[in-house]
Protein backbone atom coordinates (compact mmCIF):
# COMPACT_ATOMS: atom_id res chain seq x y z
CA UNK A 1 0.00 0.00 0.00
CA UNK A 2 1.27 3.21 -0.93
CA UNK A 3 1.16 6.42 1.49
CA UNK A 4 1.49 9.52 1.13
CA UNK A 5 5.29 11.58 1.42
CA UNK A 6 3.60 13.47 3.90
CA UNK A 7 2.53 10.69 6.17
CA UNK A 8 5.50 9.03 5.74
CA UNK A 9 7.14 12.65 7.32
CA UNK A 10 4.70 12.77 10.13
CA UNK A 11 5.42 9.56 11.25
CA UNK A 12 9.11 9.68 11.26
CA UNK A 13 8.59 12.89 13.05
CA UNK A 14 6.66 11.58 15.78
CA UNK A 15 8.79 8.84 15.99
CA UNK A 16 12.10 10.76 16.28
CA UNK A 17 10.16 12.73 18.90
CA UNK A 18 8.89 9.95 21.10
CA UNK A 19 12.77 8.12 21.08
CA UNK A 20 13.93 11.40 22.23
CA UNK A 21 11.53 11.51 25.30
CA UNK A 22 10.25 14.84 23.72
CA UNK A 23 6.56 15.88 24.03
CA UNK A 24 4.57 17.38 21.22
CA UNK A 25 3.94 20.69 22.79
CA UNK A 26 7.66 20.90 23.26
CA UNK A 27 8.75 19.68 20.12
CA UNK A 28 6.40 22.38 18.56
CA UNK A 29 7.78 25.35 21.24
CA UNK A 30 11.54 24.46 19.59
CA UNK A 31 10.39 24.12 16.14
CA UNK A 32 8.82 27.94 16.33
CA UNK A 33 5.13 25.79 15.20
CA UNK A 34 1.90 25.98 16.61
CA UNK A 35 1.37 22.64 18.65
CA UNK A 36 -1.66 22.28 16.50
CA UNK A 37 0.65 22.63 12.84
CA UNK A 38 2.49 20.23 14.54
CA UNK A 39 0.01 17.33 15.54
CA UNK A 40 -1.50 18.28 11.53
CA UNK A 41 2.41 17.29 10.60
CA UNK A 42 2.81 14.02 12.52
CA UNK A 43 -0.45 12.92 11.38
CA UNK A 44 0.36 13.59 7.85
CA UNK A 45 -2.57 15.84 7.31
CA UNK A 46 -0.38 18.81 6.02
CA UNK A 47 2.26 19.20 3.84
CA UNK A 48 5.39 20.70 5.50
CA UNK A 49 7.48 23.19 3.32
CA UNK A 50 10.99 23.37 3.31
CA UNK A 51 10.99 25.93 6.43
CA UNK A 52 9.06 24.13 8.50
CA UNK A 53 10.71 21.04 7.85
CA UNK A 54 14.30 23.14 8.49
CA UNK A 55 12.67 23.87 11.81
CA UNK A 56 11.51 20.78 13.23
CA UNK A 57 14.74 18.92 11.77
CA UNK A 58 16.91 21.34 13.77
CA UNK A 59 14.55 20.96 16.65
CA UNK A 60 15.14 17.26 16.37
CA UNK A 61 18.62 17.55 16.41
CA UNK A 62 18.61 15.67 12.87
CA UNK A 63 18.77 16.89 8.77
CA UNK A 64 15.70 17.37 6.43
CA UNK A 65 17.37 14.63 4.35
CA UNK A 66 17.45 12.63 6.90
CA UNK A 67 13.38 12.95 8.02
CA UNK A 68 13.05 12.68 4.22
CA UNK A 69 15.30 9.79 3.30
CA UNK A 70 13.77 7.16 1.13
CA UNK A 71 10.62 8.36 1.11
CA UNK A 72 9.49 9.65 -2.70
CA UNK A 73 11.38 7.23 -3.80
CA UNK A 74 9.11 4.13 -1.95
CA UNK A 75 6.17 6.61 -2.21
CA UNK A 76 6.30 6.89 -6.06
CA UNK A 77 7.62 3.46 -7.21
CA UNK A 78 4.43 2.02 -8.38
CA UNK A 79 2.72 5.09 -9.34
CA UNK A 80 4.46 6.70 -11.78
CA UNK A 81 4.95 5.08 -14.53
CA UNK A 82 7.77 4.16 -16.38
CA UNK A 83 9.33 7.35 -18.61
CA UNK A 84 8.51 6.88 -22.18
CA UNK A 85 11.03 6.92 -25.16
CA UNK A 86 12.12 10.27 -26.58
CA UNK A 87 12.60 8.47 -29.94
CA UNK A 88 10.42 6.26 -31.79
CA UNK A 89 11.89 2.57 -31.37
CA UNK A 90 12.54 2.45 -35.54
CA UNK A 91 13.64 5.54 -36.63
CA UNK A 92 11.49 6.90 -39.94
CA UNK A 93 13.22 6.80 -43.32
CA UNK A 94 12.20 9.79 -45.55
CA UNK A 95 12.34 9.23 -48.95
CA UNK A 96 13.58 11.57 -51.42
CA UNK A 97 10.26 12.63 -52.67
CA UNK A 98 9.26 13.75 -49.00
CA UNK A 99 12.64 15.84 -48.89
CA UNK A 100 11.37 17.84 -51.70
CA UNK A 101 8.99 20.65 -50.45
Known amino acids: MLHSPSLAVGTRIKALRARLGIS ?18 ERGASNPNLDTLVRV ?12 RGIATRSHERATPPPRPLLPREPRHWTHDEWDV
Not at 24 to 41: I, K, M, T, V, Y
Not at 57 to 68: D, I, K, N, Q, R
Open 24 to 41: QARLAELAHLHPSNLGRL
Open 57 to 68: ATALGTTVSELT
